[in-house]
C-alpha cells in the first residue's frame, strides 16, 4: 500500500533501551558473574576491594533488566529517563574504574577506559535525543 502511513510500535530510543538493557543483563550474568575474564577483574581491581565482582555482576543484570523494562513502557517519560540512567551507572562506573587503573596498576586497562567513556557519553547524548515526528508531521514528505 503506497502511501499508507504506518506507525512504528517501538520508538527508537526505547528500542535502544531493550536492546542494550538486554545486553547489559547477558554481560553481567554471562560474562561477569558467569565467567570474568582476567583484565576485567584486573581492571577493576580498586572497585573489588570493597564489592564482590560477583554484586558487581549482578548490578549489570539489575540495571539491564531496569533498561529494558523502561524501553518497553509506551507513554512513561520518567521511566525512560530511569532507563538511561541504569545503562550509564554501570558504563561509567567501568570507565572510571578502567581509567583508575590505567593511571596507577594496571597500563593496559586504557583501552577499555577509552571504550566504557565513550559508551557513557553515548548514553547520554542518546538519553537526550528526540524521537522523530511521525511521516505526516514531517517537513517536505521526508
Do not use: E, N
Request: glycine content about 18%.
Amino acid at each position: 500500500m503506497r502511501g499508507a502511513t504506518t506507525r512504528r510500535p517501538v520508538s527508537r530510543r526505547r528500542a535502544f533501551l531493550v536492546v542494550i538493557g538486554t545486553g547489559w543483563a547477558l554481560y553481567g550474568g554471562l560474562g561477569i558473574i558467569g565467567q570474568p575474564r582476567y583484565g576485567t577483574a584486573r581492571g577493576l581491581a580498586g572497585v573489588t576491594r570493597y564489592i564482590p565482582l560477583d554484586t558487581l555482576g549482578w548490578m549489570w543484570v539489575a540495571c539491564g533488566v531496569v533498561a529494558a523494562v523502561a524501553g518497553l513502557l509506551a507513554g512513561y517519560p520518567r521511566a525512560q529517563a530511569l532507563g538511561y540512567a541504569a545503562l550509564g551507572v554501570p558504563a561509567g562506573l567501568w570507565a572510571g574504574a578502567f581509567a583508575a587503573a590505567s593511571a596507577t596498576s594496571y597500563p593496559a586497562a586504557v583501552g577499555s577506559a577509552c571504550g566504557w567513556g565513550s559508551f557513557t557519553i553515548g548514553v547520554l547524548l542518546v538519553s537526550g535525543m528526540d524521537d522523530p515526528p511521525p511521516p505526516h508531521l514531517r517537513k517536505g514528505g521526508c
